[in-house]
């Protein structure tokens, strides 16, 4: 029994992005363990949360990191020594220093006491940087050169680690949540339905409440008029409203509060159930006939199920993901005004056959690259189990040399 440790993966995260890659990472270690014979057991470290668990199974483990156990490093350590091989995902795209000093540090000090309890990392596709502070760049590049396996999921980011100095190989792959099964059955409808995502966070200016994103257009009023545009189309599409974002103790950010707040405002749509899981939220968007949406894991979910969709990006990641598998339907909302990003949307609607021909091509191209990190990481998985096997020493990434000073950082 080989166990594999997920760090910065969720397993009740509010955000139902962070789950898809949760979700999306088991079911690949779980086509590896199949593939090689190899039995595979994940220890998965959450913190503690109050909705319930949406990875379930007897092959699973969640061990929760609360405050008190991070003030004792040697308790962390114990905890991930029991791990054969880390998988450590970074939450997607918080190995940057966008999101503040806190928690680029928390995540540091746990990135370090994985190196220090000798269990080898695997950097799984995540978005890395930007680092735009002198600190914060040594400490990335000496922790990928500690990796044994580093991928990116988009060549956005393949360039910002060789920009950061990093010259060892990186597998270029795509985004775990294009690996994410849908669960449940879609509803049936009438007409066209047309699922528009929006975010509670932009409704509310980000975390400042002062256009944190620098959007060019003014977002509310932006949704409001999309809404009322798409509800007067020739179609009389079904609109619905889907949250993937789903926090009512924190409504800043809550999808499904700024929804209800939209229905009242326009009795005509709908708004999708406050899903329970990521992939209850996928089987719901997967039978929708077109969608439009400002969380990525909303527009990923949609086009892994080949729904045309139109994402609008309020950051990089979103035209570094998509544009890398030639998919070129995204509308930057830094760089275009209300009327634009309406009639983007609308000119998307109308050229959905082509669009839906598009994201099909663009999928393959997405599935071709996660088989290629699917691929390396099933070498590591056979490596760290063979020499599990012949308890030879622990596998560490080629170059690096452990050193008196890596068990004092």
Known sequence: MLTVGLLFHSSHSDNLGVGALTVGQIDILRSISRATGVEISVTLFDWVGQRPTYVEGPDITIRHLTGEIMKDPRQVMAMFRQCDVMLDIGAGDSFSDIYGPKRLSRMIYLKYLVHMSRCPVVLAPQTFGPFTSWLSRPFARDLIRRALLVATRDEHSTAALRALGVTRPVV??????????????????????????????????????????????????TMRDLIGQLLALPERPDVVLV???????????????????????????????????????????????????????????????????????????????????????????????????????????????????????????????????????ARVISEVALRKRSGDQTLVAPGHQWRAMDERL
């Not at 775990?176 to 066209?192: D, M, W």
């Open 172 to 221: 270029t792959a795509s985004d775990v949540a294009l690996r994410l099964p849908p669960e449940g059955v879609s509803p049936t409808r009438g007409r066209p339905a047309i699922g528009l995502n929006v975010s509670g966070l932009l409704m509310a200016g980000g975390y400042t409440g002062r256009n944190q994103f620098q959007l060019l257009a003014d977002y509310p009023a």
């Open 243 to 377: 949250p993937h974002v789903i926090c009512p103790q924190a409504p800043l950010e809550d999808d499904y509060a700024a929804a209800l707040s939209l229905q009242k405002e326009f009795p005509d749509v709908t708004v999708a159930p406050a899903f329970k899981s990521p992939g209850m939220a996928k089987a719901h968007i997967a039978g929708l006939d077109f969608f439009v949406g400002a969380r990525m894991h909303a527009c990923i979910a949609a086009f892994s199920s080949d729904v045309p969709v139109v994402p609008l990006a309020y950051s990089g990641k979103f035209a570094g993901l998509f544009g890398s598998l030639g998919y070129d339907a995204t509308v930057d909302c830094r760089a275009s005004g209300q009327e634009a990003l309406v009639q983007s949307v609308l000119s998307g609607f109308r050229n959905r056959k082509a669009l839906t021909h598009q994201t099909k091509i663009a999928r393959l191209v997405g599935e071709d690259r996660l088989r290629d990190y699917t691929d390396a990481l």
